[in-house]
Every structure is written in C-alpha cells, then in structure tokens.
C-alpha cells in the first residue's frame, strides 16, 4: 500500500503537472473520510503520509496510533471523488497561473470547435474562447487551423478557468506591430495613437526615438516584408501607418492621407479642423462610408470637417462632410 501511494503521486504529477504536494493531501482527505467512518467514536483523527516512505500515519486526539482503514468500495469510492476535487482545483490554479502572466500578450493555438458562434481554441493544456464579438468579420476557420489571438482576460468560473481572446481589440495590432518591428519592442519607435474598425481600417501613428531611425520606413520593411506579415494575419483589413507629429495641423494632414489636402483652418478652442481638400480628393479624404475621415477624427482627437470649399469662402454655405471625435458623421 505504501509504494502504492507513492506510485499513484508519481503518476499523477507526470501526467497533469500538478505538485506533489497537492496530490498527497487529496489522499490524506480521502483516507480521513474514511477513517471517520471507521472510528465514529473517536472525536477527532490525524492522517499523514510519510512523503519518503507513503507510510500511512493514523492518530486519535492524544496522539494513540490507529490502523488505517481497509478502504473499502465505498470508502474508495468517496475517496476517489476528494481527490478528483483537489486534483481538479489544483489544475484549475496551475492554468490560471500560468495564463494570467500572459494577459494581454498574443497567444497562438489551434482551432478545436465552434460552439454557439464562439470558436474554442486549444492553446497548451487549456482551451481558449473566441467570442463572436471578438472575432474579425469575414474570417472562416476549420477545427485544426492555427489561429492567433490577444489574451483579453483570464477568470476562475467555478471549476473552470476561462481563458478570453479577442482579434479585434487595438491591442491586438499593437502587440502584432511589437511582435514584427524589433525597433518597437525595443523602444526605438513609439506608438503614440492607434485606432480601428476591425476588419476595415486602422490607423497607426508612430514616431522615432532616434533621429537616424524612419519610424514609417521600419514600420514598413524593406519592400515592405514587415507589414505585409501582419496584414497576411488581418486578412482584408487595411491598415494606414502615420507619422505622429505634436502639431495637429500636421497630424491632420498626415491621418487623412492617402488624400491630399490643400489647407486646413483650426479652431482650438472647439478641437474643429476644416480642411480643404479639391473635388478629386474629397471622395478619399472622406472614405467609404466616412471611414477614413472618422478614424482619423478619433487618431488625432479633433472634430474634422470635410470641404471641397475656398477658405476665402468659408462664410457663404457649403456642402461638406462633418465628423467629430468618436462620433461618427453629421
């Protein structure tokens, strides 16, 4: 019996990866359930297990030894539940704490089911879920495929742990842009304002630390391998990199780019920008569906005005397209 328990520990720790330790005390709860049952006289019993030996050490409240209990089928039976229960708990802590480090990092895994639109992911040992509010419109996935994800959070629910993802939150572009260009992780290149609609359009504005480094051209790569690696993970989704600058004039230029802008009237007072654009720029400055002019708004924190119009004329009506910070249009 003794080199039985130390057998059944040994097994356990390799197989589940829980603590020895753990696994002792699920049997010392077992064989008192036990031992209760036996002695139903005696107030109050003491199990150990020698962790050297497995030898089983029964004691009443003065400290007299007892004889272990012949664990019957029942006995056994219940025994098996408690340890069950503490093995369970103890890999429901191993996998919380070994995935709460790893929150709001990118996780890679495998595609193992769809279930109620939620697609479960099979990272490790432990199952990840993929709401369908976090996933990016359009994209399809077969149970094996390898699928890549932000660990938005980790919960104990119960007796699971839930592991949540998300491939539309920013963050996930941001840790995909820190993962590609090594001058970002390394803080060469700043970040200063990222915004998305997942699946359709982001904006990234990023600057340099460093004079010698193009922070657009890094971003980039040469011939542009670095960003075609995370827009191959984003699928149709276009993703517009801008050079940050402190003055929003610039920055407005820069975040309503590809179109080309003629001038721009600021009133800082109101955060409202009117730029001018020619007819031929106007349909791209605005986007489709106001996309481009919308993102931009929300990137640089300014309320933007769309306008084909003159500033000379600026007093006189006009038909222009108005978005405001966060907003949406007008």
Not at 65 to 81: E, F, I, W
Not at 125 to 151: C, H, N, T, V
Not at 254 to 277: C, G, Q, T, Y
Request: with cysteine; net charge neutral.
């Amino acid at each position: 019996m003794q080199s039985e328990i130390l057998r059944i520990v040994e097994a356990l720790h390799r197989e589940r990866d829980i603590d020895k330790e753990i696994i002792f005390q699920g049997i010392e709860s077992a064989i008192l359930l036990a031992s209760r049952k036996k002695y139903k006289n005696i107030a109050e019993i003491n199990v150990s297990i020698d962790r050297t030996t497995g030898e089983i050490i029964l004691t009443n409240q003065d400290g007299e030894k007892l004889t272990p209990p012949d664990l019957g089928r029942v006995a056994a039976q219940a025994g098996k539940q408690v340890i069950t229960q503490k093995i369970r708990k103890a890999e429901q802590d191993t996998i919380y704490n070994e995935f709460i480090t790893k929150k709001r990092t990118i996780l890679t895994g495998l595609v193992h089911h769809y279930e109620n639109n939620s697609i479960i992911v099979t990272i490790g040992k432990a199952e990840g879920i993929l709401s369908d509010q976090e996933q990016i419109r359009g994209e399809q996935y077969q149970p094996g495929d390898r699928i890549r994800a932000y660990l938005l959070d980790v919960k104990k629910m119960g007796s699971r742990v839930k592991i949540l993802l998300s491939r539309t939150h920013p963050n996930f572009i941001r840790k995909l842009f820190e993962l590609e260009i090594p001058e970002i992780e390394q803080g060469f290149i700043q970040i200063n304002q990222l915004v998305r609609e997942p699946g359709y359009r982001t904006k990234i504005a990023v600057s340099s630390q460093d004079k010698k480094i193009d922070c657009v051209g890094a971003c980039i790569g040469v011939r542009g391998a670095r960003i075609r690696n995370i827009l191959e993970e984003l699928g149709s989704e276009r993703v517009d990199i801008i050079r940050w600058d402190d003055s929003p004039e610039v920055l407005i230029k820069n975040s309503l780019k590809p179109a080309e802008i003629s001038s721009i009237a600021l009133d800082h007072a109101a955060k409202r920008a009117k730029v001018f654009v020619d007819e031929s720029q106007q349909a791209l400055a605005i986007g489709k569906e106001g996309q481009n002019v919308r993102l931009a708004a929300k990137l640089c924190k300014w309320d933007i005005d769309i306008t084909t119009q003159k500033p000379e004329n600026i007093d006189t009506p006009e038909q222009n397209s108005r978005i405001e910070d966060g907003n949406g249009s007008s």
